[in-house]
Each structure stands twice: as structure tokens, then as C-alpha cells.
């Protein structure tokens, strides 16, 4: 059973679109995370939710929206696409709490190209 | 900003070298710090360390952490040419959110 998954894998657009990336974990997390990966791969967080509340926003652009239905899902939508939204985006869960062990688990990744 | 800084970037070695990464931060809210294999796609988990001194290990795997000097350190003994891939060190504050990855360190075995 595949833990945290991804869909699509790979997702080649325009600019100026506007697309969405969804993620969807079975292990009962409280926590689901976004990652950006660099063509140089260092690995970023976007975006952390909670319970349905955004609890982590890094200094991305708005143009980023992070929607989750429910705890299950965390669904990342891009809107006006850029060149350099170009990388590989991870969506992550961890269950969370002060006596939890609060090891990741990731999803195979997205592979975004913006043309 | 927090930083998490890894040494080297990258390393090439031969197969049944030791090699040892290493691994510092700057935060001082820290609650664990956790190093992942990244080969191909996604990083997959190696180890978790929330204390200071104990030695984790797993198979040729071992990490430690010194939580007064602020770093930790990964070993692979008898590296194989399958160890090849990149090696992130993270670390998470007090509430076990807020992860922040170092830029990663390229090993690469060579036969």
C-alpha cells in the first residue's frame, strides 16, 4: 500500500497556466507538508497543515495556495505558472506532537516544467 | 534564518571505504534532527535522533548527535556502490514541525 502518494508524476505546462497537485496519505498523520526541490535539489519547505490550519507559510510567492479537504489530503494549486516554478515538488506527512517521534514520510515527487 | 549546513557536498569514494558525513545547525529550539537517502526520487528515512550521544545504527549505518555542539554525524562502513545517492540532514523544532534540510552531500562509490 503506497503510504504517501502524488498525482501526477510528472506535469509539463505553459506559463501562465494554472494548475494544481494532489497528495493524498493513508498513515493517519496529523501533518501533511509541500517541499519545493531546486534543480540543484536542495530540498524546501513550502507549506505545512495541521488539522486543516496552515501552521508553517515560508516566504513563498501567492501565487501558491495550499488547499486540504480533509486531514487525508493536502492538494498544492499554482496559479499564473512561472519559468522558475520549474523543480520537483514533495508533498510529506509526519504525525505530530510533543511525545510523537515526528519522522517524514514522502511522496514519489512531482516533476513540474514550465515551458 | 535557521540554518543546517552538511560536509562535504559531495565525496567519491571506492567500494569498502568508511566515509562519514557530517551535519551542523543553528537552531537552538530543536527538538530531533533526521537524516535521509535521496537517490533517484524521493527521500527515504534513515534515522531520527532526539538525544545526545547515543548511537544509532542500522545495518553499516550508524549516525550520532552532540546536542551541545550542535551537529551530528553519519558513517557508512564498507560503502557499496548502492550507497550511492545524496544524504540530507533535517532538523525539526520543538513542536516537531518546521523542517529544515541541509543542501545535501553526493556520495558516490565507485567499484
Known amino acids: 500500500d503506497t503510504a504517501v502518494s502524488q498525482t501526477p508524476k510528472y506535469l509539463v505546462t505553459q506559463m501562465g497556466n494554472d494548475k494544481s497537485i494532489k497528495c493524498e496519505q493513508n498513515l493517519g498523520h496529523d501533518t501533511m507538508y509541500w517541499y519545493k526541490q531546486d534543480s540543484k535539489k536542495f530540498l524546501k519547505i513550502m507549506f505545512s497543515?495541521?488539522?486543516?490550519?496552515?501552521?508553517i507559510n515560508e516566504t513563498v510567492p501567492n501565487r501558491f495556495s495550499p488547499k486540504s479537504p480533509d486531514k487525508a489530503h493536502l492538494n498544492l494549486h499554482i496559479n499564473s505558472l512561472e519559468l522558475g516554478d520549474s523543480a520537483v515538488y514533495f508533498c510529506?506527512?509526519?504525525?505530530?506532537?510533543?511525545?510523537?517521534?515526528?519522522?517524514?514520510?514522502f511522496g514519489p515527487g512531482t516533476r513540474l516544467t514550465v515551458l | 534564518e535557521d540554518k543546517v549546513v552538511q560536509s562535504p557536498l559531495s565525496l567519491v569514494v571506492h567500494e569498502g571505504d568508511t566515509v562519514t558525513l557530517n551535519c551542523s545547525y543553528e537552531v537552538t529550539n530543536f527538538r530531533s534532527l533526521l537524516w535521509y537517502k535521496q537517490e533517484k526520487k524521493a527521500p527515504t528515512f534513515l534515522f531520527m535522533l532526539?538525544?545526545?550521544?547515543i548511537e544509532k545504527k542500522s545495518g553499516r549505518l550508524s549516525s550520532i548527535l552532540d546536542k551541545k555542539e550542535l551537529f551530528s554525524i553519519l558513517n557508512i562502513t564498507a560503502t557499496q556502490t548502492g550507497d550511492s545517492a545524496v544524504y540530507l540532514c533535517a532538523r525539526s523544532d520543538n513542536y516537531g514541525q518546521n523542517f529544515v534540510f541541509g543542501p545535501g552531500t553526493r556520495l558516490s562509490v565507485l567499484p
Open positions: 532526539t538525544s545526545s550521544g
Open positions: 510529506a506527512s509526519s504525525q505530530e506532537g510533543p511525545l510523537v517521534y515526528n519522522e517524514q514520510f
Open positions: 497543515y495541521n488539522n486543516k490550519e496552515l501552521i
